[in-house]
């Protein structure tokens, strides 16, 4: 079922120190929905995995489940050697949602210092995180905006130093980016893999855009409907640091032509919603 | 200074009430006017239309009467007879009131979003008690608190709060069910306390509906004021001089309380409204131009685009 083709890659998934474990885990909601069906995936400490697919293929289910946000009706999740639950409560991972979710009734400061607020970070270190995550996604001369004076590039990057803040292992993203145009899309992505390799953070990151997985990712995870499943995974060796350019290089478009065959032998394409 | 861009259209409607308004009172006081000629009453006028205006006590009173019996009405000021002492009397019961209503508003507002069965346990009686007339149970309530030497100004603002609570109760907790699913899946991700998940999401998110419940619920509080004055002994109010007005028949003094006490609610709602720009700076102007014309202006600053 695991198709991991990389054989250097699935050395690194299969020893003790993966940040993330799926073995076998299905989840079937209440109404009889199979959401997922036997996913099996194993995550290496900094790696960028992109999990694609069609609408009702599972991928935002699985991340959910990795969050603890819901629980699998089976199999075996661990995080960092953990149970997702304990996980969460070890404040193991920042996630970011599809929309921004920033508070209105707080400025783009105050909302980076939200996570600091609840997990009780000393006073004084709050302020100073939250500025330096600030800085990092370039929006430190907007601390004092409300999010309503943000455009929602704006808005996603603000979620993104959110989710940073307390300095998780883990990022897990659910379609950050699937709610804006494509050339704020793009520049997003760039300053994504920026990110990721300034903190050395595993990203977990939900799309259903071929060329965003195929840009951002070290391993495409690509699933299918109908049950929800990981039809197989791709390792993506374009070269790093990625930039404009790397999309449009040959590579580039023969690992994409690899995702839309998988996603197509899945019947991931014939798909209406 | 900020009510003045509503003065121009506020004035312009109140003048066209007025013009509409003014025949209406000659056509309902012509034919009393009529009546008391032809019994021969000693009145300073010959036609009925002359004498329309100048009713000792007219169906509808004349502007001119209105504004005569606001001057006498209004001064003097510290007079216990005139407006301004009563209508602050009213004004801190409904207040008063509000208050208590939002003490009690919370309370079951928390209750019914902590708890499906509280909700469906409590709510029919709530509404149910919304349903009693208020002019039925407001002697009743006065008579009850009396029992136990509550007096005064206190039975009128608890009969206040006894209708301005379910607007209030109602708007807080659509107010914190208001957050998005994301949003609580946020706040779990954080591994936050119930307590901390209200603290930091559901009370911040329910203060704009409860400015909302507040501007409905001060309207229902003011009604209850001066109605519980009304129905009860009471020696100071607006409902008190409605009361008195009646008795001696007075139905220039009544129109004069009555336009003074919408006054006062019109007031009273700017007080909200002014309290809720205050305590909500985050929130949008209203007026979508402002909002682009500011990002506009904000993008050209920063060089974003």
Known sequence: ?273 | MRISPNLVPMLVVALVVLALYWPLMYLANIPVAQRALDTGAALPCQTAFECATQLRSPVLPSPQQLWNGFGNLMFPLNSPNAIPINAAVTAFETVVGLLLAAVVGFFFAIGMVASRAFERALLPWIVASQTVPIIAIAPMLVVLLGQYGVQGWLPKAIIAAYIAFFPITIGVAKGLKSPDPMALDLMKTYNASHWQTYLKLRFPASVPYLFTAFKVAMTAALIGAIVAEISTISFQGIGKMLAENSRASDVVAMWVIMLSSAVLGILLVALVNWLERLLTPWRRTSGGAAIPAKQARLSRREGVG
């Open chain 1, 1 to 273: 079922m695991q198709a991991n083709t990389s054989p250097e890659l699935s050395a690194k998934g299969s020893n003790a120190a993966a940040i993330v474990s799926v073995q076998g885990v299905s989840m079937v909601f209440p109404n009889g929905t199979v959401a997922l069906k036997d996913a099996n995936l194993e995550i290496a400490q900094g790696e960028f995995i992109s999990l694609i697919g069609p609408s009702g293929c599972g991928k935002t289910t699985l991340l959910r489940l990795l969050a603890d946000l819901i629980q699998p009706s089976s199999g075996t999740i661990r995080i960092g050697g953990k149970s997702p639950e304990e996980a969460r409560k070890a404040r193991a991972y920042g996630y970011v949602f599809q929309a921004p979710t920033l508070m209105e009734w707080r400025n783009v400061l105050s909302n980076v210092m939200l996570p600091l607020e609840v997990m009780n970070f000393p006073v004084q270190e709050r302020r100073a995180r939250a500025e330096r995550m600030l800085a990092l996604v370039g929006l430190e001369k907007f601390a004092r905006h409300y999010p309503w004076q943000l455009s929602g590039g704006m808005q996603q990057r603000v979620s993104i130093a959110r989710a940073l803040a307390f300095d998780p292992q883990l990022l897990f993203m659910d379609e950050p980016f699937g709610a804006l145009d494509e050339i704020t899309r793009e520049n997003l992505n760039l300053e994504l893999l920026r990110l990721w390799r300034e903190t050395g953070k595993t990203i977990i990151f939900v799309t259903h855009s071929i060329p965003e997985a195929v840009f951002l990712s070290t391993r495409i995870v690509v699933m299918t409907p109908r049950p929800g499943k990981i039809e197989t995974v791709i390792p993506v060796d374009l070269p790093q640091p990625r930039t404009f350019e790397t999309r449009e290089t040959t590579r580039f478009f023969e690992l994409a032509t690899a995702v839309r065959e998988a996603l197509r032998k899945g019947h991931g394409y014939e798909v209406t919603e």
